[in-house]
């Protein structure tokens, strides 16, 4: 490449160059880095312990999301070039050496300090040597993830001071042995067409771990707080002000399961992890939305739990290990969208724009809003599975004609399952129920949070619709 005077830009064509310039392979070299770490990230990110943490890697996964959909966007402006352009099998190599640490905290070391480093270096090159007038789109671009990148820099510092940890010095070389190979990607890496790189991950044994939660967070009892609350859901508007922050909280554990639904379907196209990363950054801020709400309430998550025995998305089945979770078959994958899409985001609208509408009207405009905004997401999230439910099917050779009648058969026989669960619960109230010491955390939050925000139609509100599920 001919170098321009003295400043460090280069001409990005040759004597013998066709219609791409040499700059796009090192866009793809970068994307396929980049999408790397999405899946790293969903590999590695239920490891997280705190609260935080876990809403954070959940943004960085949107934020990776993002990065690989501009720079395959870009990619596929120039002719001739698609944004699935293979590139050497060197760097698949390398990722995997990154993916394959011993623990987690090298991992996390590995993701956001060395590998991303490296990559600022190779955007802040491409900026000064590829022409910033001819090829200002890509300048734009690379100036928004070099933005992102020093966002996950500073957060990583700042989660390198509560969790401390020397990152183990074996893993440091075997990385770096991998970076020589190819010359810290300062040039386009010449590779041979027949072995070109796999998505990260699929030529290893790395097998996501089961998710890290703090015991302290998981209730054991009988009855989880939220049967109580589901038995005066329709009568009282005070129940379900106090539902709803509990159950988005909750929502942070369908985020987690969707890490796995990612790493796990590494043959599907990337339109369906764009659309599937946001749908678990939406959920873990459905979360985080649930959680702040319920401590401006006053109530904690030790009280209440963020699982319990009873969650329809609880835990993954483990492999003999013990440690690590088993792969999701296609026929899971199908059948969690399903599930997700067409029966619980499906059947909770009603209920959710009724909560809105209440808490409006009572004065509780916090409450109100977090609604709202949940509901709009919710809009989104809907279709995704429409979109996307016949491309799994026929990926688990599953038949979908009827999807739509057959999520409303179990919705239905959801309704009665929970109908029949308030039921029961109604025949244990007095005098036995006032022993069960769920009922009477249930009572002791509900009079918490009556006293932190009253609502003016606790008493006048009308009776609404039963909890769908
Ligand atoms: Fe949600
Ligand atoms: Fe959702």
Not at 55 to 67: L, P
Not at 124 to 141: C, G, K, Y
Not at 343 to 352: D, M, P, R, S, W
């Amino acid at each position: 490449m001919t170098t321009i005077n003295s400043s460090k830009q280069k001409i990005q064509i040759d004597r013998h160059s066709g219609k791409i310039p040499h700059s796009v392979q090192k866009l793809c070299e970068l994307c396929y880095l980049e999408h790397s770490i999405h899946r790293m990230l969903c590999g590695w990110g239920n490891q997280f312990y705190a609260w935080d943490d876990k809403v954070a890697v959940c943004s960085h996964v949107w934020d990776q999301a993002c990065i690989v959909e501009s720079l395959r966007n870009r990619i596929s402006q120039f002719p001739g070039v698609t944004a699935d352009q293979p590139v050497s099998a060197e760097l698949e190599s390398l990722v995997n050496t990154v993916l394959c640490a011993a623990d987690f905290e090298d991992a996390i070391d590995g993701i956001y300090q060395i590998v991303n480093t490296v990559l600022v270096n190779r955007y802040l090159d491409f900026i000064e040597q590829v022409s910033a007038i001819h090829d200002a789109p890509t300048h734009q671009i690379i100036r928004q993830i070099v933005a992102t990148k020093d966002l996950q820099r500073r957060w990583r510092s700042e989660y390198r001071q509560r969790v401390a940890h020397t990152t183990d010095s074996g893993y440091l070389k075997r990385i770096s042995e991998h970076f020589e190979k190819v010359e810290y990607l300062k040039q386009p890496t010449i590779f041979d067409k027949q072995k070109t790189a796999a998505p990260l991950g699929v030529n290893t044994t790395f097998r996501p771990l089961a998710a890290r939660i703090d015991p302290t967070w998981q209730t054991r009892s009988e009855h989880d707080v939220l049967d109580w609350i589901a038995v005066d859901f329709a009568n009282q508007i005070e129940a379900r002000q106090l539902f709803w922050p509990i159950g988005y909280m909750r929502e942070l554990g369908l985020a987690m399961s969707q890490l796995h639904w990612i790493y796990d379907s590494p043959d599907m196209p990337w339109a369906f992890h764009f659309d599937e990363s946001r749908h678990l950054w939406d959920e873990s801020r459905h979360g985080d939305s649930g959680y702040t709400r319920m401590k401006e309430l006053g109530i904690t998550i030790n009280e209440v739990g963020f699982t319990h025995s009873r969650d329809l998305l609880g835990n993954r089945e483990t492999n003999c290990d013990g440690k690590t979770v088993k792969p999701i078959l296609p026929t899971d994958l199908y059948e969690s969208l399903f599930f997700i899409g067409m029966i619980a985001e499906t059947g909770h609208f009603k209920v959710k724009r009724e909560a809105y509408a209440d808490f409006r009207d009572g004065g509780d405009l916090a409450s109100a809003e977090m609604m709202l905004y949940d509901i709009i997401d919710e809009t989104m999230h809907v279709q995704y599975a429409h979109q996307w439910l016949p491309a799994l099917a026929k990926r688990a050779a599953l038949d979908h004609t009827g999807y739509e009648q057959r999520a409303s058969q179990i919705r239905k026989q959801k309704q009665l399952e929970a109908d029949n669960r308030v039921a029961t619960l109604k025949q244990k109230q007095k005098p036995n129920h006032e022993s069960d010491p769920t009922y009477q955390l249930y009572m002791t939050l509900r009079d918490r949070v009556r006293s932190s925000c009253p609502l003016s139609n606790a008493a006048s509100c009308p009776i609404r619709s039963a909890k769908p599920m």
